[in-house]
C-alpha cells in the first residue's frame, strides 16, 4: 500500500487532481483532489473518498446522499501527479442532482443536462441553498437577486447582514414569532451570500460548532487569540 501511495511526489503536491470517469460510458462525471489519505482510504474501501478545499476536510462521495462511487480502475498520468478514476455512479455525481458536474456551456451559459434527482432532501437547505448562491456569481444579475448583490461586492453584502441582523432583533424583541422566524430566514440567507462572497462553505461553520460542542462558553473564549 505504502509503495502505491509513495508514487505520488507528496511533497510536490499535497492535494492531486482527480478526474472521476464512468466506468461503462468514459463520460466525465467530476473533478475533485485527493490528499493522501483521502487515496488511501479509495485505495482500501474501493470507495471514492476526496479532499475538499472548500469545507476543508477529508469527505466520501456519497457520504450525505448516498450517491456513492465505486471504483473499478485507478490510473495515474506519466507524470505521477493526476489521477484518473473509473467508476459505477450510483445515482448522480453533481450535487445539483444532475449526472455530470460539466453541464454548462463556457461561450453561452445554456445547461446541457437535466436535473434527474431532487437532492434538497439529501444535502439540506443550508448546502443546497449555498450552492445555488455560487451558480448565482455567473447570473445576470438584472434577473438574479442574489447575482445582484454578489455583483456589488463586499459593502453592499455586509451592510445587508447588519441590517438583517438589526430586523431580527427588533423581531425578537417585539415578540412576534411569525416575524422571528421570517427575519431570521432573511439574516441566514445573507449569511450564505456572505460565505459564498468568500468561498467560505457553511461545513466548516458545523464543523467550528462541533469543535466547541463539549466545551464550556468560558473556557471557549478564553481560549481565543487576544
Not at 442532482?97 to 431532487?118: A, N, P, Y
Not at 461586492?153 to 438583517?164: S, W
Not at 422571528?180 to 430566514?185: D, F, G, L, S, W
Request: some cysteine.
Amino acid at each position: 500500500m505504502q509503495e502505491i501511495l509513495n508514487r505520488v511526489d507528496w511533497q510536490k503536491q499535497e492535494l492531486l487532481p482527480v478526474i472521476v470517469q464512468d466506468v461503462h460510458t468514459n463520460e466525465v462525471l467530476m473533478m475533485a483532489y485527493m490528499n493522501r489519505e483521502a487515496l488511501q482510504l479509495s485505495l482500501e474501501t474501493k470507495l471514492a473518498h476526496y479532499y475538499s478545499r472548500s469545507k476543508q476536510r477529508l469527505w466520501k462521495k456519497g457520504e450525505s446522499s448516498g450517491h456513492l462511487q465505486h471504483i473499478k480502475q485507478f490510473l495515474i498520468d506519466c507524470d505521477d501527479d493526476t489521477l484518473l478514476l473509473k467508476v459505477e455512479q450510483e445515482g448522480v455525481a453533481c450535487h445539483t442532482g444532475r449526472k455530470s458536474c460539466f453541464f454548462t456551456e463556457l461561450d453561452s451559459g445554456s445547461e446541457t443536462m437535466q436535473v434527474e434527482v431532487d437532492t434538497t432532501a439529501a444535502y439540506g437547505v443550508i448546502d443546497t441553498l449555498y450552492h445555488t448562491i455560487l451558480e448565482r456569481k455567473n447570473a445576470n444579475p438584472e434577473t438574479s437577486w442574489t447575482a445582484k448583490l454578489l455583483s456589488k461586492g463586499e459593502n453592499t453584502i455586509l451592510k445587508k447582514v447588519v441590517e438583517e441582523a438589526g430586523e431580527f432583533s427588533f423581531a425578537v424583541k417585539d415578540d412576534d414569532e411569525e416575524e422571528i422566524v421570517y427575519e431570521a430566514a432573511d439574516l441566514t440567507y445573507h449569511v450564505l451570500v456572505a460565505l459564498g462572497y468568500k468561498n467560505i462553505s457553511p461545513d466548516r461553520i458545523k464543523q467550528e460548532l462541533a469543535r466547541r460542542f463539549g466545551i464550556s462558553g468560558i473556557a471557549e473564549k478564553a481560549s481565543r487569540p487576544s
